[in-house]
Nanobody, 126 residues
């Protein structure tokens, strides 16, 4: 699976952005998908994940109620809608794919994800 993330940019606090991650290859619909982020000088952290069918999602507490992950398996694309953005959301955002059997839960562990996109920068100004 090759992943291409897009949609990052500069936005004021309180604003919104929608990130997209387009996947090539046949395994997208059989992969759980995740979004991670890495702020300057910090470790990469889990943001959100969605199961193969889209029926299960998981979010880090700091984005619950503000971010929504979704996917369109017909378009081989996963999205991250980010609302009420805060300066602390500033980071490079990465999408990642975890080829998994359907009964496996979505994971917050980056090591479970075999494929990674190149990252897209989100900057939130105060």
């Amino acid at each position: 699976v090759q992943l291409q993330a897009s949609g990052g940019g500069l936005v004021q606090a309180g604003g919104s952005l929608r990130l997209s991650c387009a996947a090539s290859g046949r395994t997208f619909s059989r992969s759980h998908m995740g979004w991670f982020r890495q702020a300057q000088g910090k470790e990469r952290e889990f943001v959100a994940a969605i199961s193969r069918s889209g029926g299960r999602t998981d979010y880090v507490d700091s984005v619950k109620g503000r971010f929504t992950i979704s996917r369109d398996n017909d378009k081989n694309t996963v999205y991250l809608q980010m609302n009420s953005l805060k300066p602390e959301d500033t980071a490079v955002y990465y999408c990642a794919a975890d080829p998994a059997i359907v009964t496996m839960p979505v994971s917050r562990d980056p090591s479970e994800y075999n494929f990674w996109g190149q990252g897209t920068l989100v900057t939130v100004s105060s």
